[in-house]
């Protein structure tokens, strides 16, 4: 059951296309001078489709799989079921999703707190504030006292107190204008 959850998921990526939001992070990245990191807790790969380089999957990407039993991690197009043998040690069934699942603990923390500790501009983009550790990024950057945060959000999030900065709306709509105004 669970492998076929996630080859469906896998399956209707092709069926969906990059936002205006996502375009507008790979601009600011092509454009800004300095680096422009995007840590994302969505599975798809929607960011590096919009043109988006340097993103962090903190919870792991649909378009690969995982071998319980060494370890290895393989980018992956198709289906994968309980027969499908690991394509590295050849044991099976020992493949799983490349996701994080509740209780597990999300990927590149130290490389996100890294990225936080040196950031001088935070934007937290349509997310509820409520889901740890990514509802405590902010909390993590206003310790280090130097970085502006801008929360982007359809509504104010259970953080949103914590941010210095709000513009709520749809991304699409309100991330190209903020790119905008920070390469001007």
Same mark, same amino acid.
């Given at each position: 059951?669970?492998?076929?959850?996630?080859?469906?998921?896998?399956?209707?990526?092709?069926?969906?296309?990059?936002?205006?939001?996502?375009?507008?992070?790979?601009?600011?990245?092509?454009?800004?001078?300095?680096?422009?990191?995007?840590?994302?807790?969505?599975?798809?790969?929607?960011?590096?489709?919009?043109?988006?380089?340097?993103?962090?999957?903190?919870?792991?990407?649909?378009?690969?799989?995982?071998?319980?039993?060494?370890?290895?991690?393989?980018?992956?197009?198709?289906?994968?079921?309980?027969?499908?043998?690991?394509?590295?040690?050849?044991?099976?069934?020992?493949?799983?999703?490349?996701?994080?699942?509740?209780?597990?603990?999300?990927?590149?923390?130290?490389?996100?707190?890294?990225?936080?500790?040196?950031?001088? !501009?935070?934007? $937290?983009? %349509?997310? #509820?504030?409520?889901?740890?550790?990514?509802? *405590?990024?902010?909390?993590?950057?206003?310790? =280090?006292?130097?970085?502006?945060?801008?929360?982007?959000? !359809?509504?104010? $999030?259970? %953080?949103? #107190?914590?941010?210095?900065?709000?513009?709520? *709306?749809?991304?699409?709509?309100?991330?190209? =204008?903020?790119?905008?105004?920070?390469?001007?």
């Amino acid at each position: 059951l669970v492998q076929r959850f996630y080859n469906l998921r896998r399956a209707q990526l092709s069926t969906v296309e990059p936002n205006l939001a996502h375009k507008a992070l790979a601009r600011l990245q092509q454009e800004l001078r300095g680096d422009v990191t995007i840590v994302t807790q969505n599975v798809d790969d929607l960011h590096e489709r919009g043109g988006a380089s340097d993103v962090i999957h903190m919870h792991g990407e649909l378009k690969k799989i995982r071998c319980r039993a060494c370890s290895s991690v393989f980018d992956w197009q198709g289906d994968c079921t309980q027969e499908t043998a690991c394509p590295s040690c050849a044991r099976a069934p020992a493949l799983r999703p490349h996701i994080v699942w509740f209780g597990e603990m999300p990927f590149h923390m130290e490389l996100i707190g890294e990225k936080l500790e040196a950031c001088d !501009l935070f934007i $937290s983009v %349509g997310t #509820s504030g409520n889901v740890y550790p990514a509802a *405590g990024f902010v909390a993590n950057v206003q310790a =280090i006292g130097r970085a502006h945060t801008i929360e982007v959000n !359809l509504e104010p $999030s259970e %953080g949103a #107190s914590m941010f210095s900065e709000h513009r709520h *709306g749809k991304a699409g709509e309100l991330l190209p =204008i903020i790119v905008e105004e920070l390469l001007n």
